[in-house]
T-cell receptor, first 110, second 114 residues
């Protein structure tokens, strides 16, 4: 099955700085790569996704980049704010649904 | 918010007892999923359904069974709960195909097996 590696497991940044989370995957046939944000005590929510026919997608302060040749994709958050503190999961679409990375706990330091 | 309700939200049970978790949706979405979330493991797929009476196994299906007799309800059953099944269980729904689409998650059900 699909193998998804996510790094780092914890990321602490100063408010206003940028944060980058990276994921690699194993199945070169995968073509859908979403990112989910999970706040404490809640279920994950989709924040951005990308399909394999594009290399980058932006939505205000968040962006995702995809390198299909290298089989990795990254989440970029600029001008981080306190409300960005959460756990972020990358995921990869496989034949039987999404396979998730293990998550990154993003901490925004005031 | 997507109309997904999980019940119960919290349950404490003893080893060897049966447990059923219920997921109810009001969105008429075709696909429904059960995931478990554990520290250090992220979200792992247990079972999923692509229609009434159509279900399939996920990555960590051992010890779990599911049923979907109506579009809106997806039940997860632990026939004989073990301590290793202590976890937070999330139901998710999707209208998309297997080629990818947004998952909408419920609020989770925290199960403790003593």
């Amino acid at each position: 099955g699909e193998n998804v590696e996510q790094h780092p497991s914890t990321l602490s940044v100063q408010e206003g700085d940028s944060a980058v989370i990276k994921c690699t995957y194993s199945d070169s046939a995968s073509n859908y790569f979403p990112w989910y944000k999970q706040e404490l005590g809640k279920g994950p929510q989709l924040i951005i996704d990308i399909r394999s026919n594009v290399g980058e997608k932006k939505d205000q302060r968040i962006a995702v980049t995809l390198n299909k040749t290298a089989k990795h994709f990254s989440l970029h958050i600029t001008e981080t704010q306190p409300e960005d503190s959460a756990v972020y999961f990358c995921a990869v679409q496989g034949a039987d649904g999404l396979t998730f990375g293990k998550g990154t706990h993003l901490i925004i330091q005031p | 918010d997507a109309g997904i309700t999980q019940s119960p939200r919290h349950k404490v049970t003893e080893t060897g007892t049966p447990v059923t978790l219920r997921c109810h949706q009001t969105e008429n979405h075709r696909y429904m999923y059960w995931y478990r979330q554990d520290p250090g493991h992220g979200l792992r797929l247990i079972h999923y359904s692509y229609g009434v009476k159509d279900t399939d196994k996920g990555e960590v299906s051992d010890g779990y069974s599911v049923s979907r007799s109506k579009t809106e309800d997806f039940l997860l059953t632990l026939e004989s709960a073990t301590s290793s099944q202590t976890s937070v269980y999330f139901c998710a729904i999707s209208s998309g195909s297997r080629s990818g689409g947004e998952l909408f998650f419920g609020e989770g059900s925290r199960l403790t097996v003593l």
